[in-house]
């Protein structure tokens, strides 16, 4: 056994998340008196997990969880236990802070993965399933987050596949925004494969770079490169109805090619696709000019007069990283950014927690739960509309106006000796109406310095030299950079996608993209989308999670097929129809779908097509396989005749 060092013991406990770590001592010792009332922790929203409990509490949480841990390493750090279900549902109710939920237990549990074992695990056990998964071939757009977790899932059950992918390189957006200060925004601890941790997360919200190596890594030990085509994009798919397959014309460096596949799973993303704003005179600009998204490395800053455009989650970001060395920053803003309070967002995770995660059984998975549970519905009240609500509307219901109140004072507490700038950066729309973001007090510090001015008349005009506003001031720059963000509700696009009787799916969507559970489109068979319409979250979860659901469906989705010899299958009009209106109501009832809010959530007929309005616990149930009768499966015509 390797020799325990008590010094890093000792700064371990000092790190530790101490319910998370309760937890994995009842496992350790197999005594649940380590969920002692007096440990149990009361969380308040927006914390960093503080738990409440009193400093004298938790020294002898420490002082006790140490012996425990000593004696555990004497005995040779025996196998740990597994709880029974009973014991299993007080272990997260503690960890969470809250009584979990009856409804919420197995979906918590599956997440929780103690035994190892998910459903999103695909089992294609059978000899005959094995068989099908064999004969099938399946085409994956994308070697993003997305593509890379569907082609582990296509390895595991034995399916034939390729990946695709238009860049040179995996990690799709995280290859890509490679913009200063560039970062998630959701807890590394759970914005990362359920099955694939990372115990080393250097920050709790780690840097681009960070990201990139997981995301190259996962792909390296699961040997999926070479399953992968680097700077190959789809031109066109057209469905074919004798065959029953896809016939997908690719542009590689080589020229175009073809790849026949019975499905297709696209795995593209929603934030790709820069969009640059609509202002008479852009080209006309002499100077530098690029999109965040195409971040212009070999244009040095320093000493420029800088334009940015644009406030949103990109120039939260890229604004206080490059403004120490610009000569001169001005900020074209439309519309101020909410901003959630978050004191570590830059910070390191402690040597101490990173030690817990690697050397204590489970650790990570309490951790990673008590993260999951902090983002499962915990906000999501507060940026849930009243209809009944009479108040104004910079608020949908009473609970978002407090927590409006809240976040709005933490901003104004930021600009103290700058009032001018109080009523610009405290947004009027409701919290929620928009992607908050995560404030650590960088963005308004570097609205702040001398040398930026922070304009919110709207810009009508560029020039050669400059940008002209409403008010008809011409201000000269020498670099213009877009925050402008994507065409994010042109799902699918540039993609040329022909379903059943040629119909051109672009021209189906009419730019009001719907798919069932955001996956599958009527007329449409065997092309399965994941973080397609209506499966964007805004403050639950981690994108990862929805696409591990969405991966575990299709693969459902694959096996009804081998199970039932069919070729084919597409959703029942009529269930799609009836899914998108109770995704139409559920959103009209968010922050993000109110009247007075424009953002890019909602698409250009006014539709809210990119957010989920449920909670996960929804979306999980609905996904966990695909219900036969939803579908009209067929066979190939040639099969059939
Ligand atoms: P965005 O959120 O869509 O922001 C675009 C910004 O450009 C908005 O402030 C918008 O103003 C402004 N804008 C557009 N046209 C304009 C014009 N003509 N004049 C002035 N302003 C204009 O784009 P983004 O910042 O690239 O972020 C997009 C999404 O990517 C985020 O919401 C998030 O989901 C994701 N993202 C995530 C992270 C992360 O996790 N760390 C980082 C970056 C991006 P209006 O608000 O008035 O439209």
Request: proline letters at 6%; a negative charge; charged letters at 20%.
């Amino acid at each position: 056994m390797a020799k325990l060092d008590l010094g890093a013991l000792d700064q371990a406990l000092e790190a530790a998340h101490q319910p998370a770590l309760a937890a994995a001592l009842v496992q350790m010792t197999g005594d649940l008196h380590w969920l002692r009332k007096e440990w149990t922790p009361t969380y308040t929203p927006l914390s960093r997990g503080e738990t409440g409990v009193p400093e004298a509490e938790q020294a002898k949480f420490r002082a006790e969880a140490k012996a425990a841990i000593l004696d555990w390493f004497a005995k040779g750090a025996p196998p740990t236990t597994t709880p029974d279900p009973a014991a299993l549902r007080r272990m997260m109710s503690f960890v969470a802070g809250a009584d979990i939920p009856e409804n919420y237990a197995d979906f918590l549990n599956d997440e929780l993965a103690i035994g190892g074992q998910s459903s999103k695990d695909p089992q294609w056990t059978t000899p005959g399933l094995k068989d099908a998964a064999r004969r099938m071939h399946v085409l994956v757009i994308g070697a993003g987050m997305s593509g890379l977790l569907t082609g582990i899932r296509l390895t595991q059950a034995g399916i034939d596949f390729e990946i695709v992918d238009k860049n040179a390189d995996v990690g799709g957006t995280w290859l890509e925004n490679t913009y200063p200060g560039c970062r998630v925004d959701s807890s590394n601890h759970i914005y990362s494969y359920s099955f694939e941790p990372n115990h080393n997360w250097p920050q709790h919200f780690s840097t681009q770079p960070v990201l990139l190596d997981y995301f190259r890594g996962v792909a390296n030990r699961y040997d999926l490169r070479k399953k992968i085509r680097f700077e190959t994009s789809v031109e066109e798919m057209v469905w074919d109805e004798g065959r029953a397959v896809w016939n997908v014309t690719v542009n590689t460096p080589a020229g175009s090619e073809k790849i026949v596949a019975n499905s297709v799973i696209t795995a593209v993303g929603q934030l790709n696709r820069p969009r640059l704003p609509d202002v008479k005179g852009r080209e006309r600009f002499k100077g530098a000019a690029f999109h965040s998204a195409q971040w212009a490395h070999d244009v040095d800053l320093t000493g420029k007069r800088v334009a940015v455009i644009g406030t949103g989650a990109s120039a939260f970001q890229f604004v206080p990283e490059i403004v120490g060395k610009v000569a001169s920053l001005t900020v074209f803003q439309r519309t101020p950014p909410w901003g959630f309070p978050t004191a570590h967002y830059h910070e390191d995770v402690p040597a101490g927690m990173n030690w817990l995660l690697e050397h204590i059984p489970n650790y990570d998975k309490w951790y990673r739960f008590f993260l999951f549970w902090m983002v499962t519905d915990g906000l999501l009240d507060g940026v849930r509309a009243d209809p009944a609500w009479a108040g104004d509307e910079t608020a949908v219901s009473a609970a978002n106006a407090m927590f409006r109140a809240m976040v709005a004072e933490a901003l104004r507490m930021q600009t103290e000796g700058r009032p001018d700038l109080v009523d610009k950066v405290i947004p009027t729309y409701p919290i929620g109406g928009k992607r908050a973001l995560l404030d650590n007090g960088v963005w308004i510090a570097a609205l702040k310095r001398p040398n930026v001015e922070l304009v919110t008349d709207a810009i009508t005009e560029i020039t050669e030299s400059g940008i002209i506003t409403a008010d008809g001031t011409a201000r000269d720059f020498d670099v213009i950079i877009y925050g402008t963000g994507f065409h994010a509700s042109r799902f699918l696009y540039p993609m040329k996608i022909k379903g059943r009787g040629g119909a051109d799916l672009h021209d189906t969507w009419d730019g009001d993209a719907r798919a069932y559970l955001g996956m599958t489109t009527p007329g449409f068979p065997n092309l399965f989308m994941i973080y397609g319409p209506n499966t964007n979250i805004v403050v639950n979860g981690s994108i990862i999670f929805f696409s591990e659901c969405s991966v575990r469906y299709i693969l459902g989705c694959l096996k009804l097929l081998a199970e039932t010899g069919a070729n084919a299958m597409e959703p029942k009009a009529e269930v799609h129809d009836a899914f998108n209106i109770q995704v139409d109501a559920g959103n009209r009832l968010m922050a993000w779908g109110a009247p007075q809010v424009s953002s890019w959530y909602k698409n250009e007929k006014g539709r809210v097509s990119q957010n989920w309005p449920f909670a996960l616990v929804d979306y999980w149930r609905a996904t966990l396989a695909p219900d036969p009768q939803d579908f009209v499966l067929s066979k190939a015509r040639e099969m059939a005749g």
